[in-house]
């Protein structure tokens, strides 16, 4: 399969194209082709001096521009990325689509829950796979809770509280330039993993959310909400309250502030799940700040995410769920693309609830557009209409 990726930003930069070249290396896929609309932004990542010590002698093909011209030149059923900015995705994802494309989209898949439908329903339609990467799916503690959550060891969940802060030096990325009041905020844009996480780990749905958000002013003079409070009622009266930020202090240990506690009922007792999402036990004290954003000389490094190893084949090796994300997503394509039925196997992928897709994980687009209507309107509950 040829891979076409459209946008060339910070996920492009750490997750994405990495996933790709290995996935290249392991003869998975065929050529990689990067979209974006500045010159200087391709250039950017063709000289990361970590990817080409990790992948020596691989490389993109660059196209400058719009993505239009470049999806059309592609033959059909090969697969299309999209990492472009969230209020972006749809018409990506849609153009990408008219090109028989199947589709990778980063989260949120779209902002709007009549968006995602469309989606499904031209992907069935032309019997294309759309998997949107919630990578924290692929964290194996996600997956060990999912099973036990399902086979009853936890009993209910009830209430809960997740965070996912990222580090202050965000706002002085390209994120000034989109992730603004009009746009996305701190919610729409990280915390929708843990939206995501409940429903795969617990099965419920959510049923309404109010998201409180404050405005702050990035360096370039934009207006975003930096900082929200969300509470998401679930289909069985459960209450998960979710807080995000651009705010994590740049000099503190590890890359971000993130985890998840759920509290829940057994017949007799109750139960709980707690995951440190960011201290996973490492502890690093290095002779010299590490020059990059957010460089500390006490670090405490996630091994989970995305790591490089060396594992002696004259580069780095990808590891973590973030590269099993990729990897996995990519074989939903080629599963749909070998099966003699490719509909019945998009609907088996579907059911069996390990990518999110348009059809199994549109909750998703009913939060964040519920979400969207609540922080304009200073943080009034908005139902979702999902109670089953
Ligand atoms: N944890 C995660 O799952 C995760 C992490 C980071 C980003 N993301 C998602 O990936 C997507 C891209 O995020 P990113 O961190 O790479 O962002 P970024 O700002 O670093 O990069 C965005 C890319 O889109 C391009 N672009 C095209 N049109 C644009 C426009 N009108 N305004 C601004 N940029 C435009 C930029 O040039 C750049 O190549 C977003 O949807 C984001 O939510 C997901």
Redesign the pocket.
């Known amino acids: 399969m040829r891979v076409t990726i459209l ?6 930069h750490d997750q994405i194209l990495p996933s790709f070249y290995q996935l290249q290396r392991l003869g998975l896929i065929d050529e990689i082709v990067i979209c ?3 010159d200087q ?1 391709l250039r950017a990542l063709d000289s990361s001096q970590l990817l080409r010590r990790a992948f020596p002698g691989q490389s993109f093909r660059s196209h400058v521009g719009q993505h239009g011209d470049l999806l059309n030149e592609a033959q059909p059923r090969n697969l299309s990325v999209i ?4 209020h ?2 749809f018409d990506a994802v849609m153009a990408a689509l008219d090109a028989d494309q199947h589709v990778l989209v ?3 898949l779209v902002m709007k829950l009549e968006e995602a439908e469309a989606i499904e329903r031209e992907a069935s339609r032309r019997a294309l796979f759309v998997g949107v ?3 924290k799916r692929f964290d194996d503690r996600s997956l060990l809770a999912r099973r036990k959550y399902r086979a009853g060891d936890f009993g209910e969940f009830r209430l809960g509280a997740a965070c996912l802060m990222e580090k202050w030096y965000y706002r002085h ?3 000034q ?2 992730c603004t009041t009009e746009n996305s905020d701190a919610f729409a ?2 915390g929708c ?1 843990y939206v995501d996480l409940v429903h795969f780990i617990t099965g419920l749905l959510p049923v309404n959310v109010s998201v409180y958000g404050v405005k702050d002013e990035y360096p370039n003079g934009n207006e975003g909400f930096l900082w929200t409070d969300a509470r998401v009622i679930w289909s069985n009266g459960a209450c998960l309250n979710v807080q995000n930020s651009l705010s994590f202090p740049d000099d503190a240990p590890g890359t971000n502030a993130q985890g998840l506690t759920l509290y829940c009922s057994g017949p007799t007792n109750g139960a709980l799940i707690r995951h440190s999402d960011q201290y996973r036990g490492i502890e690093h004290v290095y002779t010299a700040r590490p020059e990059v954003p957010g460089g500390t000389i006490y670090a405490e490094p996630s091994p989970d995410y995305f790591q490089y190893v060396d594992l002696g084949n004259n580069g780095l090796t990808p590891v973590g769920y973030g590269y099993r994300s990729i990897e996995y997503l990519l074989h939903c394509c080629l599963r749909v693309e070998s099966a003699s039925d490719r509909r019945q196997t998009i609907r088996d992928i579907d059911r069996e609830g390990i990518a999110a897709t348009p059809a199994n994980s549109r909750y998703n687009e009913q939060v964040i557009e519920a979400a969207r209507q609540s922080i304009l309107n200073g943080g009034s509950t908005v139902s979702i209409g999902s109670r089953k």
Not at 7 to 12: L, V
């Open positions: 946008g060339g930003g910070m996920i492009t974006a609309r500045h932004t990492a472009l900015p969230d972006l995705h980063v989260k949120p990467e919630y990578h990325s390209n994120f330039n989109w844009y990280i993993h």
